[in-house]
Each structure stands twice: as structure tokens, then as C-alpha cells.
């Protein structure tokens, strides 16, 4: 059974940081195509923050968290990671870790075969 389980949120305020972890069990990242990370604010839509190419190593940023919000991956502990820095209170949201197998990455569309539980991020001003 595959399981991404994401970590690391919570509350800080703004101008903080926090580092997202998303751990991936029953499923190798190295065989997804690309990885990535999502939010959904209460009312809003789901919007992508930061995808990789799990080969390539190639990163994909939102306009809103480019220079930012820094996407990684350690195949040897099967984890991909978000770190955040100088957070805002826009940046408030339940984040979710997903992973789309080849060829395609639909992450780029919204899409994606597999998904995580999600993680609450609260920024406060």
C-alpha cells in the first residue's frame, strides 16, 4: 500500500520558517516521474507551490513562493521536502505532498496519482 505522509507543519509567525516533510512508504520516489507539493486555503482552490523531476533533479515554482520555498529529494530515505522561509500569512494553508508516475507530471495540471493526508500551515502577522 502506498503512503505519503507529510510532516513539519504548524504555526509561526511571519517572517518564519518551517521545513515540510513528505515520506513516501510502499512507493520508491525515484520511480515517480515528478513529485511535488500542493496547498488549499479555507475557501480557496488548490493551488501548486513546488514540484521536481525526481530524475532530472528540474524545479517548478508558483510565482508567490519562487525565491522562497525550496523543493528537495533524499531517494535514500525515500523523502521529499519543502522548506519555507520568510512565510506569510498567505501562505496559510493545509499542504499536501503528491507524486505522478511517468511519462507524463501531471502535478503541472493539478493532477496526480498519488496523494498525501496534508499538513496544516498557520503564518500569523
Known amino acids: 500500500q502506498v503512503q505519503l505522509v507529510e510532516s513539519g507543519g504548524g504555526s509561526v509567525q511571519a517572517g518564519g520558517s518551517l521545513r515540510l516533510s513528505c515520506a513516501s512508504s510502499?512507493?520508491?520516489?525515484?520511480?515517480?516521474?515528478?513529485m511535488g507539493w500542493f496547498r488549499q486555503a479555507p475557501g480557496k482552490e488548490r493551488e501548486r507551490v513546488a514540484l521536481?523531476?525526481?530524475?532530472?533533479?528540474?524545479?517548478l515554482y508558483a510565482d508567490s513562493v519562487d525565491g522562497r520555498f525550496t523543493i528537495s529529494r533524499d531517494n535514500v530515505n525515500n523523502t521529499v521536502y519543502l522548506q519555507m522561509n520568510s512565510l506569510k500569512p498567505e501562505d496559510t494553508g493545509m499542504y499536501y505532498c503528491?507524486?505522478?508516475?511517468?511519462?507524463?507530471?501531471?502535478?503541472?495540471?493539478?493532477?496526480?496519482?498519488?496523494w498525501g493526508q496534508g499538513t496544516q500551515v498557520t503564518v500569523s502577522s
Open positions: 510502499g512507493y520508491t520516489i525515484t520511480s515517480a516521474h515528478c
Open positions: 503528491a507524486a505522478d508516475n511517468p511519462p507524463l507530471c501531471r502535478l503541472r495540471f493539478g493532477s496526480a496519482y498519488y
Open positions: 521536481i523531476y525526481t530524475d532530472s533533479g528540474i524545479t
